[in-house]
């Protein structure tokens, strides 16, 4: 027989360097989970993505166990990471503070695919420069559906 949800939590720690400090510990220890048992199954997980933050879902069952699902980057750090830079705009509708191309949206795009709702990368293209948009970048180029 399945086990019992009794809930869900949502986290954003670097890939292979979680740890029992803040934000890790207290959120998993109110909810009375085993948090070194957690931080060496997300370590061993995410070796491969070190320094990558990356969000995390963890099903929380009745029994005090739990599963947990590791999301790609989000868009918005992948895109700072494109445009090499450290913060969005304050004010992007105003003071833009870079610009990516049409392959980089694109790349993010097939990257960040399985967590989007989109079905075609030109949808996920436009989700993605959107994002950069009201980050204060701009997208250089002509888009490929135009052409």
Known sequence: MAKEISGYLKLQVKGGQA????????????????IMEFCKQYNARTQD????VLPVLVTIYSDKSFDFVVKTPPAA???????KLKSGSSEPN????GSVSWD??????EVKMPDLNAFKVDSAMKMIAGTARSM???VSG???WEE
């Open 77 to 83: 750090v992948m895109l700072l990471e494109a445009a």
């Open 136 to 138: 204060g970048l701009t």
């Open 94 to 97: 105003r003071k833009k503070v």
């Open 19 to 34: 740890n029992p400090s803040p934000p890790v510990g207290p959120a998993l220890g109110s909810k009375g989970l085993n």
């Open 49 to 52: 993505k070190m320094g990558q």
């Open 104 to 109: 980089q949206v694109k790349e993010i795009a």
């Open 142 to 144: 002509k888009a490929p």
